[in-house]
């Protein structure tokens, strides 16, 4: 069984320009999260759907962080324009059953902002 | 002040040594307490789970709960070079069900 998917594993821009990245969960996981992991520190919620709904985006940056799960399947990350504060690991997850507390993790998609 | 605070170390012990790790928490609605290791460049994965207050042993880890002291700690017995890792504490419940909350981590190194 392929585990989570995510993309580009590595990405280096300008400040102030824009970024995108791409998840895609286990197969039959309704729920798919996308979590912020800053250097030495554990991972932080920004967003998470149930099927194509965001239940939880309350830690998204909105004027500048978007997401989406079309179809409830793939999501997408952006983030427009991006800051020097912004290099971290974005790490998307998906569950099956939350009650195990079973999230299964990308390998993360690890973003440098020059 | 965090939710769940975890000692960051690092930690280094020799092949074969006992290793504590320990998570405090704040947020009394928590109850279902889980462990994650995460190897360098790697995303976590899930370790142990726990609900409520208790101990469970899989093989040479031990997950202990308190609740009432809103503690929780992963023993490893007979630790090895591959349990080198980050070990993530995580928890949730209450209002917070379904959303994982994190302690910082612990970076374990054990020496051959």
């Known amino acids: 069984e392929a585990g989570v998917v995510q993309s580009p594993r590595y990405k280096i821009i300008e400040k102030k320009q824009p970024v995108a990245f791409w998840c895609n969960p286990i197969?039959?996981?309704?729920?798919l999260y996308w979590y912020l992991q800053n250097l030495g520190q554990g991972p932080e919620l920004l967003i998470r759907?149930?099927?194509?709904?965001?239940?939880?985006d309350s830690q998204l940056p909105k004027d500048r962080f978007s997401a989406e799960r079309l179809k409830g399947v793939d999501s997408t990350l952006k983030i427009q324009p991006a800051e020097l504060g912004d290099s971290a690991v974005y790490l998307c997850?998906?569950?099956?059953?939350?009650?195990?507390?079973?999230?299964?993790f990308g390998e993360g998609s690890r973003l440098t902002v020059l | 002040q965090k939710e769940v605070e975890q000692d960051p170390g690092p930690l280094s012990v020799p092949e074969g040594a006992i290793v504590s790790l320990n998570c405090t928490y704040s947020?009394?609605?928590?109850?279902?307490f889980m462990w994650y290791r995460q190897y360098s460049r790697k995303g976590p994965e899930l370790l142990m789970y726990?609900?409520?207050?208790g101990n469970k042993e899989d093989g040479r880890f031990t997950a202990q709960v308190d609740k009432s002291s809103k503690y929780i700690s992963l023993f490893i017995r007979d630790s090895q070079p591959s349990d080198s890792a980050t070990y993530l504490c995580?928890?949730?419940?209450?209002?917070?069900?379904?959303?994982?909350?994190f302690g910082q981590g612990t970076i374990l190194t054990v020496h051959p």
């Open positions: 997850a998906s569950s099956l059953d939350m009650n195990t507390g079973e999230l299964f």
């Open positions: 947020n009394s609605a928590f109850q279902y």
């Open positions: 197969s039959g996981h309704n729920t």
């Open positions: 995580a928890m949730t419940g209450g209002t917070s069900y379904g959303k994982l909350t």
């Open positions: 759907y149930e099927n194509e709904e965001a239940v939880d």
């Open positions: 726990t609900y409520s207050s």
